[in-house]
């Protein structure tokens, strides 16, 4: 199988290594010339996967048409508000690529200019015939540790599982599980609120909080994705699966995180520029979170938690005050629509 990677991230890296370790013929395309040339020297990338051996014949190019040229699978690992901007530059050369093609994005997020997400993203770049073979892979996964081989399993999502079992297959190893389903847009929602979510988290941790801090947020920051999720149509059943509950407890609970780490800089008092500067790498979350704050805006949906985020990443709430607003809410139920005997509203 010849596989085409877009995006030489950690992640796109660290997949292309995967597939290539499976004998499939796979090049790794940037827009990064340092990046690639490093790849081609070396074999490694040493900016987002440094200390990692990545599968010997890996190729890298800076040329998309030579990439996509004969491609069996194109994997589109790039940020999500550059997702539009590839794709574009990818549909004309897809006649190139072979007849029945499958793309698979891996990106998590919301196109903020639309409220797209990657799969209505893709759709509306791509022509009607395409589709079908539109694929979509999120899940609890590290690069760093998919890069080592350690074990995961992941969710490929498409609306026809015919074309997301030829994305697990392409993928699959003896460490890396893929599970498949129907519900694209459960699997997108929980990848992308999940990291508005760990800066939640990461915050709280930053401010001194411990484990039972952890814990509320985790488990009420996943009712709000849920909700979220369940107003565009999706599986709440999705939601407590890999690509929900799975990615959202990884996320939170690791500084391996990007997004945690952000949340915890915040915490600790350093402004967001520092601690973007320090990562050297995108956190998706912060993007992320303006885009979940007015996709629940516009769709009526209460999300305090990842309220909370947003207008402390883009409205100047402090820390301690967005503490304070979250602890002075009004008393709730805990299940969604359920009354209080003396008639207080539900969660």
């Known amino acids: 199988m010849h596989v085409a990677v877009i995006g030489a991230g950690s992640w796109g890296s660290a997949l292309a290594s995967l597939l290539r370790s499976k004998d499939h013929d796979v090049v790794l395309w940037d827009i990064d010339e340092l990046t690639v040339s490093g790849i081609a020297a070396t074999g490694d990338n040493e900016r987002y996967l440094p200390g990692i051996s990545l599968s010997p014949g890996l190729r890298a190019t800076t040329d998309l048409a030579a990439a996509v040229v004969g491609a069996d699978l194109i994997v589109l690992a790039v940020p999500s508000q550059v997702t539009r901007e590839v794709a574009e530059r990818i549909r ?3 006649p190139t690529a072979a007849e029945d093609c499958v793309l698979c994005s891996v ?3 919301i196109e903020v200019e639309t409220l797209m997400t990657m799969h209505q993203v893709l759709e509306s770049v791509f022509p009607p015939e395409v ?9 609890p996964s590290f690069a760093v540790e998919v890069a080592a081989g350690l074990p995961t399993a992941v969710t490929v999502a498409a609306r026809d599982l015919v074309y997301a079992r030829r994305t697990q297959i392409a993928f699959a190893t003896k460490f890396f599980r893929p599970y498949v389903t129907e519900d694209v847009i459960g699997v997108e929602i929980g990848g992308c609120a999940k990291n508005v979510i760990a800066i939640a988290v990461g915050l709280a941790n930053g401010l001194g909080f411990e484990r039972n801090a952890d814990a509320a947020l985790i488990t009420r920051g996943l009712s709000e994705i849920t909700r979220l999720a369940m107003a ?6 999705t939601l407590g699966g890999l690509a929900g509950v799975g990615d959202l407890v990884l996320t939170c609970t690791s500084e391996k995180s990007r997004n945690y780490r952000v949340g915890y800089g915040l915490g600790q008092g350093e402004d967001l520029e520092t601690v973007q500067q320090r990562l050297g790498q995108v956190a998706e979350g912060v993007v992320n979170a303006k885009a979940v704050h007015l996709l629940a805006v516009s769709l009526g949906v ?3 938690l990842c309220n909370a985020v947003y207008r402390l990443l883009y409205e100047g709430l402090t820390p301690q005050q967005a503490v304070d607003e979250l602890a002075a809410r009004d008393l709730k139920h805990e299940l969604p629509g359920r009354p209080l005997p003396d008639g207080g509203d539900d969660a």
């Open 92 to 94: 004309p050369l897809l």
């Open 107 to 109: 990106t998590k997020g």
């Open 131 to 139: 589709h079908p073979r539109l694929t979509y892979l999120s899940g």
């Open 232 to 237: 565009l149509g999706a599986d709440p059943l």
């Open 302 to 304: 209460e999300m305090p």
